[in-house]
Every structure is written in C-alpha cells, then in structure tokens.
C-alpha cells in the first residue's frame, strides 16, 4: 500500500474523530440515496469573557452562570472562571508566567448542567474574567453580571452577557458628550497579545485620532479605554468600531452617564440590510435610534415598530437616511406608547449593510435610568438568558416577518426550585411581552432557555427591572443563538479516494 493511501485512510478517521461521526457504509450493490441533510451536534468547547463590572465602590455585582440541558452532549465535562489581569499586570516577566492576581478565586463556580450558579461581589476592585467550558458542561453556556450602583454616574442596574471572543466589533450609540463617560473594554483570553484598531465615527465621518490604534491587550489580561481620551470631539452619538490586527479579544462598551444612570452596550449583529432590535420597555419615555453604515454607500431604510398588533410605522420616522462612513441618531420618542415594541428596519430600495442599536430611557426626572438594545440575531436554535429573577423579568418575543411557535423553559432555581415549560405563538409581524414560566418552589435565580419549535425567525429580549423603587432601574439583554449545536454535514463513505 503506497504512502498516499496509508495518509488518506488517517485523514479520514481523523475526520470521523474530530466530527464526531463516522461515514456509513451501503449494502454491496445498493445504490446511495439522496444526502441526508446536516446533523447539529453539541459544541465541544465555549469561551467567555467578562468585563470589569465597575469602577464604583458602590457597586453589588452578582454572577449567574448556566448550562442548558443539551441532548447528545457528553456527560463529562469542566467549566471555569478564572481572573483576567490588568493591563501589564497581565504577565510576570517574559517567561509568561501568570502574575498572583491571576490564583484569585472567581466569584462564581459553574455548575452542572441545568442548575444555575451564583455569586456576588461588592466594590470597584471587581476584575474582569476569562471562562472556558468543555464536554458537557460546554454547548450553551451563558454567564450574565449584573450591577447594581446606588448612587453616581452610572447608577442603577448595568447588565451584561458574558461574550465569545472574536476579531470585530461595532457599537453604534456610544457618546462622548459632557455627562458621559464611556469606556470600551477589552479582554484576550490566549496566551499570546493581541493587537487591536479602535475607530470612533461621529456625524461627520471618522475622528481622528492615533491613539487608538494598535493597542495591546496582553495575554489572559484586560485593557479599559476612555472614548474620550481616544478623540477630541465631542460626540453625542458615536458608532465604535473594534477590530483585531492579531489574536482574538472580548469587547463590550460601558457607557455611564451623569443624569440617566447606564449600562452596558454590547456590540451590534454585524452589518446587514434587515435589522431588528427587539424589546423596546412599553414604558419607555425616550428612545434614541444610532445607524452606522460602514460601507461607501448611502442607505434609506423603512421604519416600523413591531406591536402587538401588527407592524405600525412611527408617525414622523416613516424612513431614516444613513450617510455613508457616518453616524445617524434620531430621537423615537416614546415610540411604544404602552404596548411591546420591537424596532424592524428595512431598505427602501437597495440593500445596503448597517448596524444600529437604540438608548432607551425609563422614567422621568431624577429618577431616569437608561439602556441600550443592539440589533440582534434571531433566536436560531436555542437562546439562553442566566440572570433572571421572580416578578424583575420581562421576556420579549418578535416575528418580524412570519409567524412562530416558541418554546420557553426556566431553568431550575439556584437555590430550589422544579423547571418549567409553556409554549407560545408569536402573530406575524408582531411583539409579544410573554408572561414567562417561573420555577415551581423559585428559590433563588433562575435561568430562561427560548427555543424556536416552528415558523419563521423569532427575536428576543429580557428586561430586569431593579430593586430600587425610587428609580426606574433596568437592563436589557438581547437573545441571540447561543452556538450550542453546530450544524455538521453528514458523508458517504466513497472508498474510490483510495485507489491509485
């Protein structure tokens, strides 16, 4: 047998080992029938980083972390956070050694699948978190901070999901206008630096600056930069650009503001001419709407607010133009006016790539609180939200184009509780605020998985409201697919690869 066909039969058991499946042999003489269509098996590994929840000594941070039931994942399987290092704090020398504040314990310990895990942490030293998750323990895993802040900027409930590394990022609805302060922060999780371009993009194109580009962020370390120490200008409304020379990194924005509190705005669905950002509050009393083309032409898109009744278009908004390599923002109002509402935009005549998200504001006078809703991928699969909390949770459903069944289950409860199930039909072109399952015997958090069952592309979103009366104190996080199958086609065996 020649080298070539000893290499090939290698290659292909390789294969079937790394997929996990093997090629299925017909009958002699049986003819092969069509291609079966692709299998979704579980993820073997998941990665999450965490930001810095805050830099105010007021701050009570709590930790969830889940792993939804998945069936066909190994039973086996490790999670773990371990603390991310500041800036060169990151490295002990050039052997790469980790530094000491790399052995501090996590705030939180991941559990098994199907039962949530929490922990809490107090004041400004909170650091940011690198997580791996493998086996059993990987497909779905979702890890949320949330943060409450009693006073200053900033206040009120900040919340994040903990993201995957990647290599680009866009925020639209940053700002460095007087009374904000807005920090993009940055964690690599590998053991080499990555090197990172950061744009900032204002009404009139691109700021200058140079201060943003190449910055490294060392190895399993973290980096926070002041948007307004990267530009000059004073900006109201800015689109963030993040993209990665080299290496991967996590990156989210912390956009804190002296009157209407914060939270945190994580990066948009990637440039694309239909986009929908779902959830707005019905009590909303201001919404604010970001676009940012990236490419070198123009866009018009149609505006409408998906409601619970059908798709109505905002009186006065019918349609927003987006200059080219420019930010957009345009006061919605109260667009809602008391009833669910998602944002849907589409082009009015060629499809050109944009990515948005929307500031939302609840309450009035010193008791405002804001948020932000990034546009968002669909459901897909399966969407998970850790963080969730008896009679502090509002779970937004949205069929932008065709109708759809959903499945929602709660999780366990951290501390006690039976999961439980309902499923729901979400109307064509409408937003539904669903009264979500609760876990039999709640003691504790507890954690929603959303599944699309049937129809067409469902959006999604969960507010939490905060424990503080006297502020209207939110966050909002959208639902997308939470990558915990991945589609891998199937194959035939064909031994003709293996003749000479």
Not at 34 to 48: C, I, Y
Not at 295 to 317: E, F, N, Q, W, Y
Not at 463 to 474: P, Y
């Amino acid at each position: 047998m020649k080298r070539t066909t000893l290499s090939l039969i290698a290659c292909t058991a390789a294969l079937a080992a790394v997929t996990g499946f093997a090629a299925v042999a017909t009958p002699d003489g049986a003819e092969s029938g069509p291609a079966a269509p692709a299998a979704r098996l579980p993820v073997e590994r998941t990665s999450l980083l965490c930001p810095a929840p805050s830099s105010s000594d007021l701050a009570e941070t709590q930790y969830t972390s889940f792993t939804p039931v998945t069936k066909g994942a190994e039973e086996k399987g490790e999670a773990a956070l371990t603390v991310a290092a500041p800036g060169d704090a990151a490295e002990d020398g050039e052997d790469g050694k980790k530094s000491d504040d790399k052995a501090a314990k996590p705030p939180v310990e991941p559990e098994k699948p199907g039962t949530p895990a929490t922990g809490k942490t107090s004041g400004s030293g909170t650091p940011a978190l690198i997580g791996t998750a493998d086996g059993g323990r990987a497909p779905g895993w979702t890890v949320q901070q949330t943060t409450e802040v009693a006073a200053g900027t900033g206040r009120g409930l900040q919340g994040v999901n903990c993201s995957a590394p990647d290599t680009e990022f866009w925020f639209p609805g940053a700002s460095t206008a007087a009374g904000r302060t807005d920090y993009v922060h940055l964690t690599n999780p590998d053991d080499s630096a990555a090197v990172v371009d950061i744009e900032l993009y204002g009404k009139d194109g691109a700021l200058e600056s140079t201060v943003g580009e190449g910055v490294t962020v060392p190895p399993h370390g973290t980096e926070s930069l002041l948007l307004s120490t990267l530009a000059e200008a004073k900006e109201a409304d800015l689109t963030v650009h993040v993209g990665v020379r080299s290496g991967r990194v996590g990156a989210a924005v912390q956009a804190l503001d002296d009157k209407t509190g914060g939270d945190w705005l994580t990066a948009a669905a990637d440039p694309a001419a239909d986009l929908v950002l779902p959830g707005i509050p019905k009590d909303a009393t201001a919404v604010r709407l970001v676009l940012f083309t990236p490419g070198g032409t123009d866009a018009d898109l149609k505006v409408r607010l998906a409601s619970p009744s059908g798709l109505i278009t905002p009186a006065g908004h019918e349609t927003v133009h987006v200059k080219a390599g420019m930010t957009t923002g345009v006061d919605l109002g109260a667009v809602t006016r008391g009833e669910a509402g998602s944002l849907v935009l589409t082009p009015t005549d060629g499809a050109v790539p944009v990515v948005a998200a929307v500031r939302v504001v609840r309450g009035k006078g010193g008791e405002q609180e804001s948020a932000f809703i990034p546009a968002s991928d669909p459901v897909g699969a399966r969407a998970t939200a850790a963080d969730n909390r008896a009679k502090s949770t509002t779970l937004a459903l949205t069929a932008a184009g065709e109708g759809a069944e959903v499945r929602v289950t709660a999780s366990a409860g951290s501390e006690g509780g039976t999961p439980a199930t309902k499923t729901y039909t979400v109307k064509a072109g409408t937003t539904q605020n669903v009264e979500a399952p609760v876990p039999a015997g709640l003691k504790g958090g507890y954690a929603l998985t959303v599944e699309t069952v049937s129809g067409g592309p469902v959006h999604a979103s969960r507010t939490l409201t905060g424990s503080d009366d006297d502020v209207a104190s939110f966050t909002v996080q959208t639902l997308p697919d939470d990558r915990g199958t991945v589609s891998v086609p199937n194959a035939e065996e064909d031994l003709s690869v293996l003749q000479d």
